[in-house]
Nanobody
Framework: VQLQASGGGLVQAGGSLRLSCAAS????????MGWYRQAPGKQREFVAT???????????SYADFAKGRFTISRDNAKNTVYLQMNSLKPEDTAVYYC????????WGQGTQVTVSS
């Protein structure tokens, strides 16, 4: 199983980034997918998750800091989960990790997001 995260980078406060996580080696459509992040010196924290859905509607949930600014989505045809991040703040600076939840949980390698003030 591989989860390849991409899309991180350096952005000014107020800007946007779209993270992608391409999965392989698993039955993507059957896996809950999500994102965590870890800032320097801090514990990894939950960002957002999206359920397996019915092909049209997918239940999602967000950490409080992400509500209204971040949107998680998935494309089962591309085995990819996305995290659209808007109105970014310096405190959003972290390494963002995607994960898949199933009989076994898997983690991607992370992508660095740096928000300058």
């Amino acid at each position: 199983v591989q989860l390849q995260a991409s899309g991180g980078g350096l952005v000014q406060a107020g800007g946007s980034l779209r993270l992608s996580c391409a999965a392989s080696g698993l039955v993507f459509s059957r896996c809950e997918m999500g994102w965590y992040r870890q800032a320097p010196g801090k514990q990894r924290e939950f960002v957002a998750t999206i359920g397996t859905g019915d092909g049209v509607f997918y239940a999602d949930s967000y950490a409080d800091f992400a509500k209204g600014r971040f949107t998680i989505s998935r494309d089962n045809a591309k085995n990819t989960v996305y995290l659209q991040m808007n109105s970014l703040k310096p405190e959003d600076t972290a390494v963002y990790y995607c994960y898949s939840a199933g009989p076994t949980d898997y983690w991607g390698q992370g992508t660095q997001v740096t928000v300058s003030s």
